[in-house]
Structures are given as C-alpha cells and as structure tokens.
C-alpha cells in the first residue's frame, strides 16, 4: 500500500544548478506534505513543509511546490550544493496533534563539484 | 539545538531473544513514535504515543511489540522474541507544539537509529 510514492530512486546534478525532487500521493485526506533530509547513520532530518491549502512554500534555497489536482508536490533547490548529498524523503501526515508521517521510499540526491 | 538519543546504537541477537531499545525524546515533547527501516525500504509506522498510551499503531506492531515510557524521559521498544524479519533500523521520534511557521505540520524529530540484526 504505497500512499506516498517516490518513483525515481537516484538523481545526479551539477553543483550550483537546480535539483528537482518529485513525489505522488494516492490519499487525498492528507492535510500535510513534508520533506526530510537523511544522510548515512542518522535520522531524517526535517526541511520543508507545506500545508494542502497552499501550492508553495519557500525556505531560502528549498521551495515545495504543490499540485493537488495532479496529487504531485516537488522540492526544487538552488542552488545546489556537494552539502546537499543525501537520501531525500516524501512524508504525509493528516491534521490530528500526534498525525503519524506516512514516508515514501527515498531518492538519492548526489550533487557533483 | 535538542535532540533525540537511542541506545544502543547497533545490537546483534539470536532469533528468539528479547530486545529492548531505547529513546531518549525531547523534553518537552508530548508525542512519541517508533519507525523502522528495513534495509532498501521505506521508512514505516510502527506506532505512537501520548498521554501514557498508544494513540496508533500499525499491522505491523502486532503482540511481539511494546512500549513503555518507565521514568517519564526514557520511551522503550520491545520486541518480544525477535524473528530474522525484525532486523532494521528502528527510529525513535518525538513531537510538540506545532509552530505556524512551519505551516502547522506535526513536524517529527528523529533520533539516529538503532540497527538491529537478528541472527
């Protein structure tokens, strides 16, 4: 039962130019959209977030772009950086206090000098 | 910047044994969740924590699991009798006040993670 779906496993880019990280979701009820950052032997680390009423939301180099019609977000970040290097994760969430995150399975983001 | 602390880091078991991992969350966080990542997969719900009792929890926390919160800082998981499947990178997290500024999210934060492996 994927809900939040992640297709592309890997993605490669040049340093300074613009990653794009896509994600799909199948539950309309969801209320939240978060991205976690996740490098080797430690926890996802929260980056951005984006409630379903807005289509954007922007944090300095990270922008999440929402498309609930196409039930599709992305997080656009530029520029890139070698920092950047990490496995990226899609997480939805509905409205309650204590809503558990339903993650999707990762991309690897490699960023090259 | 606070954070959330597990212990032990990595444990090797025999099939069969008990394990007990721990969490140390945020002080003044109220919600308290596991997940598990098995090696190449999603990280998965296993269940939450509020108020001295579980909120949620998923198909895949079935009677071999428990947790507890003993002393009012620590937050335990327990597998009973671990079996080979079981083995996967168990993370802790903790939640609180939900900030505007981050659009009102229940913003998770996650400890480092206990490896276990089941022999």
């Given at each position: 039962?994927?809900q939040?779906?992640?297709n592309s496993?890997s993605?490669?880019?040049?340093?300074?130019?613009?990653?794009i990280?896509?994600?799909?979701?199948t539950?309309?009820?969801f209320d939240?959209?978060?991205?976690?950052?996740?490098?080797p032997?430690?926890?996802?680390?929260?980056?951005i977030?984006?409630s379903?009423?807005?289509d954007?939301?922007?944090d300095?180099?990270?922008?999440?772009?929402?498309?609930?019609?196409a039930?599709h977000?992305s997080?656009h970040?530029?520029?890139s950086?070698?920092?950047?290097?990490?496995?990226?994760?899609?997480?939805?969430?509905?409205?309650?206090?204590?809503?558990?995150?339903t993650?999707?399975?990762?991309?690897t983001?490699s960023?090259r000098? | 910047?606070?954070?959330?602390?597990q212990?032990?880091?990595h444990?090797?078991?025999?099939?069969?044994q008990?394990?007990?991992?721990?969490?140390?969350?945020?002080s003044?966080?109220?919600?308290?969740y596991?997940y598990?990542?098995?090696?190449?997969?999603k990280v998965?719900?296993?269940v939450?924590?509020?108020?001295?009792?579980?909120?949620?929890k998923?198909e895949?926390?079935d009677?071999q699991?428990?947790v507890?919160r003993?002393?009012?800082?620590?937050?335990?998981?327990k597998?009973?009798?671990?079996k080979?499947?079981?083995?996967a990178?168990?993370f802790?997290a903790?939640s609180?006040?939900?900030?505007?500024?981050?659009?009102?999210?229940n913003?998770?934060?996650?400890g480092?993670?206990?490896r276990?492996?089941?022999?």
């Amino acid at each position: 039962d994927q809900q939040v779906k992640q297709n592309s496993p890997s993605l490669s880019v040049q340093e300074g130019r613009i990653s794009i990280l896509n994600c799909d979701y199948t539950n309309s009820m969801f209320d939240y959209f978060l991205w976690y950052k996740k490098y080797p032997a430690e926890g996802p680390t929260f980056l951005i977030s984006i409630s379903s009423i807005k289509d954007k939301n922007e944090d300095g180099r990270f922008t999440v772009f929402l498309n609930k019609s196409a039930k599709h977000l992305s997080l656009h970040i530029v520029p890139s950086q070698p920092g950047d290097s990490a496995v990226y994760f899609c997480a939805a969430s509905g409205d309650g206090a204590n809503s558990k995150l339903t993650f999707g399975k990762g991309i690897t983001l490699s960023v090259r000098p | 910047e606070p954070e959330v602390t597990q212990t032990p880091s990595h444990q090797v078991t025999q099939m069969g044994q008990e394990v007990i991992l721990r969490c140390v969350p945020i002080s003044n966080h109220l919600y308290f969740y596991w997940y598990r990542q098995i090696l190449g997969q999603k990280v998965e719900f296993l269940v939450s924590f509020y108020n001295n009792e579980i909120s949620e929890k998923s198909e895949i926390f079935d009677d071999q699991f428990s947790v507890e919160r003993p002393d009012g800082s620590n937050f335990t998981l327990k597998i009973r009798s671990t079996k080979l499947e079981d083995s996967a990178m168990y993370f802790c997290a903790s939640s609180g006040y939900r900030s505007p500024k981050l659009s009102g999210a229940n913003v998770l934060t996650f400890g480092a993670g206990s490896r276990l492996t089941v022999l």
